[in-house]
């Protein structure tokens, strides 16, 4: 199970960056997919989640109305739009899956190396 995050960068206050998660050695389809990100000093905080049936979660009250999540299963590749961008969204961005469960989890088991995103005028 491999997974690799793509995608951050410096971006205004209000503007957006999408991110990408392209996974191999597994069935992307079968399993939840999620997005964690940690900021400096901070811990690591669940953001929002996709369920193998598509339901998706959102961990962080913040992000609601601003991030979406998708996934694109023939690219094997899982997306999180970020729009409306805020300087407390800066943090290293992870996306995660765990393969013993079709539901979303906090207790994802497997993570793909981390994208900086950095929000700043």
């Known amino acids: 199970v491999q997974l690799q995050a793509s995608g951050g960068g410096l971006v205004q206050p209000g503007g957006s960056l999408r991110l990408s998660c392209v996974a191999s050695?597994?069935?992307?389809?079968?399993?939840?997919i999620g997005w964690f990100r940690q900021a400096p000093g901070r811990e690591r905080e669940a953001v929002i989640c996709?369920?193998?049936?598509?339901?998706?979660?959102y961990y962080a009250d913040s992000v609601k109305g601003r991030f979406t999540i998708s996934r694109d299963n023939a690219k094997k590749t899982v997306y999180l739009q970020m729009d409306s961008l805020k300087p407390e969204d800066t943090a290293v961005y992870y996306c995660?899956?765990?393969?013993?469960?079709?539901?979303?989890?906090?207790?994802?088991?497997?993570w793909g190396k981390g994208t900086q995103v950095t929000v700043s005028s």
């Open positions: 995660a899956t765990d393969i013993y469960t079709a539901q979303c989890t906090t207790d994802m088991g497997y």
């Open positions: 050695g597994f069935k992307l389809d079968y399993y939840p």
């Open positions: 996709m369920s193998s049936r598509n339901s998706i979660t």
